[in-house]
């Protein structure tokens, strides 16, 4: 049997095994998905060395930490910075980063026009996908965090002319993500409008606040969960080409 599982912390939030679960029973696949909750970046690379698991993908908070302990990346994950997928080559581990394929697919279908200018919320491994793909899309972009960071705005610094130039806005932090489901990103909501676009990378609830607090001001709305399922299809994909 074929050992595949989710790599991170406090994966309670997480729908990926329950989706291979059922691809694999769908699809009369003999293999076994699970949930590696690491403790510690220590811990993960102990995990690495010893676990039976071949293939796996990666979660907060080990996308970007996880690379050093990999013996190779492709060419897409070098240029991202961040694995969200990784497997085991005659003893090797390699990552990639399938997050690209699947916010891409998902995103892009509810572009306007007018969303020009994007905003990303947030500046962690989740985040170097998001940046990958604008850059190839030509949307110029910024980043929100709670640190006053050379090249970032500080949520205390936004105002109106930056939401209405920003029309884009991206959540790539856990913000809002079960069981902590009262909080989100703490942006002037009140200068939302229906020409924004808010894409939310967290899909556990489908609908967070921020998502709702979007919905209220007649703004276009996604959740992650199809990114969650292109990204996965990929991973498969990755997984089985030798």
Request: hydrophobic content about 40%.
């Amino acid at each position: 049997m074929q050992q595949f599982g989710l790599i991170g912390k406090s994966l309670e939030h997480s729908f990926s095994k329950q989706y291979f679960t059922d691809f694999f029973l769908e699809n009369s696949i003999d293999a076994k998905y699970s949930n590696f909750n690491i403790a510690s970046e220590a811990d993960l690379q102990s995990f690495l060395q010893t676990t039976n698991a071949e293939f796996a993908n990666v979660t907060i908070p080990y996308k970007q930490s996880v690379i050093k302990y990999l013996d190779a990346i492709d060419t897409v994950a070098e240029k991202v910075g961040a694995i969200n997928c990784i497997k085991k080559i005659n003893g090797n581990w390699v990552g990639t980063n399938t997050d690209v394929i699947g916010f891409q697919k998902s995103f892009k279908h509810f572009l306007l026009p007018n969303n020009t200018h994007a905003m990303i919320i947030g500046n962690g491994g989740a985040a170097q996908a998001v940046k990958f793909v604008l850059h190839q899309l030509n949307i110029p972009f910024v980043i929100v965090t709670r640190k006053s960071d050379l090249g970032t705005i500080h949520f205390a610094d936004m105002d109106e002319n930056i939401m209405n130039k920003y029309t884009i806005i991206i959540n790539t932090t856990p913000l809002g993500m079960y069981p902590n489901v009262d909080s989100f990103p703490p942006i002037p909501y009140q200068y939302l409008t229906a020409n924004h676009y808010l894409f939310d990378l967290v899909y556990n609830p489908l609908e967070t606040l921020f998502l709702q607090k979007g919905k209220l001001a007649n703004a276009t709305c996604r959740n992650g969960f199809q990114m969650l399922e292109e990204q996965a299809k990929a991973a498969w994909d990755w997984w089985n080409a030798y």
